[in-house]
């Protein structure tokens, strides 16, 4: 189990998301972390159940999920997500550092 201290990060990602046994479907990574993450699930998903998410420019990551409710699903990574991967996702998706200009 995912140790529940770890840092998570509030974003939106565009991102696929394909339960096992199922067809990949479009989805949004509402938070991240290197042990998991939490996105829009459009269909009921169970704890234990086995899925794989993409994220744009990244092989599918396998996942475990945790918990469900009301259309999110919060899931536990197979394999942590590199500390470096997960920088990267953060700098390209997340709203820290980037500035605005009006035109």
């Not at 699930?41 to 994220?55: E, I």
């Not at 590199?82 to 500035?99: A, E, K, T």
């Amino acid at each position: 189990m995912a140790d529940p201290s770890t840092p998570r990060t509030k974003l939106s990602i565009p991102a696929t998301l394909r339960a096992s046994g199922g067809r990949d479907y479009q989805s949004v990574v509402h938070e991240l972390s290197i042990t998991g993450f939490s996105a829009a699930s459009m269909n009921r998903m169970h704890d234990g159940q086995v899925c794989w998410l993409s994220l744009p420019d990244l092989d599918e990551l396998e996942a475990e999920v945790v918990w469900w409710e009301n259309s999110i699903v919060g899931c536990e990574f197979s394999e942590l997500l590199s500390p470096i991967v997960h920088d990267n996702i953060l700098q390209r998706y997340s709203n820290l550092g980037v500035i605005r200009t009006a035109v």
